[in-house]
């Protein structure tokens, strides 16, 4: 086969959860974001196919573009995300579709598949999840469902690895060949005769905007107003439209979407009924459902889930993370103090021998001596999300959230801040209601994200040794809490209004791929170090200038004289009230803007000690456990840090978010540090 100069892309469309990631990460090498939920993919990626001849010889594999898109239902979409793959198909026309089947759910996979057939694009069908299948004993007659589809059916088993070669010869030749559907009316009867009718009538408008006719008729007959303004029709075409709407209504007895979909299903019904020969009751819808009934019982239900996520912060902050988080502070501490004691020996220059120990060992080795703690909780958290829990949280919290005003779907993205703000705020985007995604957004920075673990860690430690754990999971509780009042607020006064009902699958339970979680934790570690050696070095590096030098850029021997503690003392003063208004604590603050981490890595530098360990001997001259405390609850609840506010103000369309996002957040801390300050005074 001789090979188009040109690229070809091929997308990846199909329903939520049907394994499309999967399939596109194994194609590509790429790692994309795989979980047992819907609405884990919620922009479409690209990625050339992967050259290392696996699948496809390797000269040409650059050449094929593969689009992972966020699942939808059917192409009329209700969610942003769902408008993203809708819009890609049909205004960029991708040279081929793989429609990523999930053979366990099959009918609800077809129904959008064959929407998909009409767009004219050539278009094959992998049949994903055989393994499930197979091991319910259950069968698929391939060739048959093929031919009653009129596509190309290809059996794989994306995780599993199986099928993917031939896959990718059929798509790429369909799409090099430009392979259509064959055209099938799936349709019967009155809305034969409808979508039939408007399709002559429309044909031309529709040709003119580069639409298909009876894919154009099938929408404007369900209801697209969209697209109907699109089309630009006379008058007189959308009266004779509406007559053969009320004709076909007549006819039916039914509503204009209802007759449409039904069609669709009958002619599903009978492709399935014909080729494929299902269990009466898997043994995993078995299992998921004698797991359900414990997991999302009305009773036990909501204390089991915070068990599970006291079990995860406990083993995190006291037990796995800790431990292994002390032992690697200890070893920076040796590796600084070597290092240190070489260069004072060596005689070099003390500028440089104050930066190398405060600004590298002491800044940055503070910082990464956490990463065990932060590892381990994203663990934990990609076991939530692969096992198909999550699903069930949501399931499980819509009655309680309900209550402030959200729907159970918010509460994915708040679990998911609990890793890292910035991805949890852009999965909001699968809340198919406004308003709801507005709230649940401005909520969402409330959770403790990772980045304020070492914060927690070094104060508890310093101050709290024997508590340690209980401290950090007050400060994650607390959190929740204020989300929940800001909750209730938003809800009084400003987004009033009830939540959308709750529609969301629970999908069957799934052992936690190992490659999956690996892979997630792998790009959790990767994407740490680099913002540890980059934005958190720089940070530290500019606190550490700021600290050394003084205005005139002379080397300061004395503490009071450089432009740091300038800026620090002349701030200092708004946090007095609430115990700590020294300028150390003001420019920790400040740098935290940056980044969380930049918090603790500020103090090493500005304590001057020379590691995380020293650190945690040095804080106590500073605070008391009182002011300590105040200090976390300041930093729990002051401004996100930069990344996420843009993503918040990207994500809610201005600037202005942004804005009143840092000024919303940081009165909040305000006042909940002097509360706790105040009334902590009283008590000690
Ligand atoms: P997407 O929402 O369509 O992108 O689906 P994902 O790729 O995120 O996969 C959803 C879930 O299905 C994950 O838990 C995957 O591990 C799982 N999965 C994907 N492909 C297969 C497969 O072939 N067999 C089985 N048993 N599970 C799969
Ligand atoms: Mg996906």
Partial sequence: MAFPESKLTIALAGNPNSGKTTLFNQLTGANQHVGNFPGVTVEKKEAALRDNGEFFPRKSAGRIVLVDLPGIYSLSPYSQEEIVARDYLVRERPSAIINVVDVMNIERGLYLSIQLMQLNIPIIIALNMMDELRENHGSADIPRLSAKLGVSVVPISASHKEGIGELLETAVRAAFLQQRPLVQDFCTGAVHRAIHAVAHLIEDHA?????????????????????????????????????????????????????????????????????????????????????????TSKYLGIPIFFGIMGVIFWLTFSVIGATLSDGLAWVFAAAGEGVGGALSAAGVNPVIQSFVNDAVFAGIGSVISFIPMIIVMFFFMSILEDSGYMARVAFIMDKLLRKLGLSGRSIIPMILGFGCSVPAIMSARTLSSERDRRVTIMLTPFMSCTAKLPIYGVFAAALFASHRGLIILSLYVMGVVVAVVVGVVLNRFIYKGKPVPFIMELPTYRLPNLKTVGILLWHRTKDFLQRAFTVIFVATIVIWFLQSFDVRLNPVDYAGGSMLSLIGDFIAPVFTPLGFGTGICATAIIAGFIAKETVVSSFAVLTGVPSALALQTALPEYFTPLSAYSFLVFCLLYTPCVAAISVVGKELGSAFASFSLILRQTIIAWVAAFIVYRIGLLFL
Avoid: C, N, W
Wanted: glycine share 4%; charged share 35%.
């Fill in 207 to 295: 040709r003119d905007i580069g639409v298909m006719p009876r894919f154009a008729a099938t929408k404007i007959i369900e209801k697209d107003d969209l697209l109907l303004e699109a089309l630009d029709l006379t008058a007189h075409e959308k009266h004779t439209i509406a007559e053969t709407i009320i004709d076909m209504k007549d006819e039916t007895g039914k509503d204009r979407k209802a007759a449409i979909a039904d069609m669709r299903y009958e002619f599903i019904g009978d492709a399935v009924a014909e080729s494929i020969e299902k269990p009466h009751m898997t043994l995993h819808q078995d299992r998921s459902a004698r797991i359900d009934r414990l997991l």
